[in-house]
T-cell receptor, first 115, second 110 residues
């Protein structure tokens, strides 16, 4: 298993500002995944972050809005840019379990509220 | 594309009641299937999994069987406890990623 720490755990932000979420893993991993969980809804994959290359974004998500950094094999950041109330969500970092079955381990999430 | 449909919540049960949370899926190929649980104030954690047809995943008294003929992976527990109150997510692998259902909130009353 992997232990994943996210910061901040929660924040209240003003419209138009940007916030960067940090994700630290206790072991080296090739791929890290960023998910969004909007209130009362399921998890939606934002992007996959590989170390040393640009992140791969899912349909409906763009780099200008959600820039991602992956400077090494244990750390990643997701920035939510120019926030609006619609960005109020829980943002989750996850990594693979290494068993090739698709299992993921998740951080506790970062709950953002945009006013 | 691959997708997952769960029964809507919230589900409210009394302690020691029998639990079923329905999950059906649409997929090409042979995905792995998962149930994740999110306890209040905590992150998602894997509850159980099954990687091929007829496999039964089990953990903490919960069970789910991979039914290819009915494309289902229903979660069951014979006797729920207050501590089982959480949101449960069914998920499957597809296109190199995990696809989640909408989640089902379970509330168990003493």
């Amino acid at each position: 298993s992997a232990v994943i720490s996210q910061k901040p755990s929660r924040d209240i932000c003003q419209r138009g500002t940007s916030l960067t979420i940090q994700c630290q893993v206790d072991s080296q991993v090739t791929m890290m995944f960023w998910y969004r969980q909007q209130p009362g809804q399921s998890l939606t994959l934002i992007a996959t972050a590989n170390q040393g290359s640009e992140a791969t974004y899912e349909s409906g998500f763009v780099i200008d809005k959600f820039p991602i950094s992956r400077p090494n094999l244990t750390f990643s950041t997701l920035t939510v840019s120019n926030m609006s109330p619609e960005d109020s969500s829980i943002y989750l970092c996850s990594v693979g379990g290494g068993s090739n079955t698709g299992e993921l381990f998740f951080g506790e999430g970062s709950r953002l509220t945009v006013l | 594309g691959n997708s997952v449909t769960q029964m809507e919540g919230p589900v409210t049960l009394s302690e020691e009641a029998f639990l079923t949370i329905n999950c059906t899926y649409t997929a090409t190929g042979y995905p792995s299937l998962f149930w994740y649980v999110q306890y209040p104030g905590e992150g998602l954690q894997l509850l159980l999994k099954a990687t091929k047809a007829d496999d039964k995943g089990s953990n903490k008294g919960f069970e789910a069987t991979y039914r290819k003929e009915t494309t289902s992976f229903h979660l069951e527990k014979g006797s729920v406890q207050v501590s089982d109150s959480a949101v449960y997510f069914c998920a499957l692998t597809g296109g190199g990623k995990l696809i989640f259902g909408q989640g089902t909130e379970l509330s168990v009353k003493p």
